[in-house]
Structure formats: C-alpha cells, structure tokens
C-alpha cells in the first residue's frame, strides 16, 4: 500500500507549509499569505506540550478530520491522505 502525501511528509521529514495546530503559514516572510478561514489565533497549552493530535494539514492548512481513540489518533485530509499516532512521533 503506498504511503499518502501527508504520511510521507512525517515518515521523510518533509518541510510542512503550515501549522498543524493552528493552520497559519508558517512562512511569515511572505505577506500575501493569509490566515485561513477557521485557523485558529495560537496552540492550546496541550498542542505546545505535544499531547494533542494535529488539527489542521500541514501541506495544505485545511481543517482534517480527526478521530482519538485510547489508543492514539488518526486524521485525514481530504486532499493529502491520513496519517495516525504511530507514524507520528513529535510534530
């Protein structure tokens, strides 16, 4: 089964485009990028402490949807694939 761009980008270490907690550009330097619509303003204390599952695609800053059971996380991007908790290891 081939790997989906968003499992490919943690697997390779790819250079993500976007926040995956908040869904802000992480490149600042370029000011026609703006906050897209439903990115949120900063991480919650949990996010910066690496106990919550990413939120938003960090290819495209779109919202994923996302799915925690006691044994970890999955999420999907409706354009890049998904990715789950043991692929996962510090975003």
């Not at 897209?36 to 290819?59: D, K, N, Y």
Request: proline content about 8%; aromatic content about 4%; charged content about 20%.
């Amino acid at each position: 089964m081939p790997l989906s761009e968003l499992t490919a980008l943690f697997v390779l270490g790819g250079t993500p485009l976007y926040d995956a907690h908040t869904g802000q550009p992480l490149d600042s330097s370029d000011e026609t990028l703006r906050i897209g619509r439903g990115a949120l303003a900063q991480a919650s204390r949990g996010a910066l402490a690496g106990l919550e599952p990413p939120r938003f695609c960090p290819l495209c800053g779109r919202r994923m949807k996302v799915q925690v059971n006691p044994m970890g996380w999955t999420a999907e991007c409706s354009r890049h694939g998904d990715v789950d908790s043991s692929i996962v290891v510090d975003m």
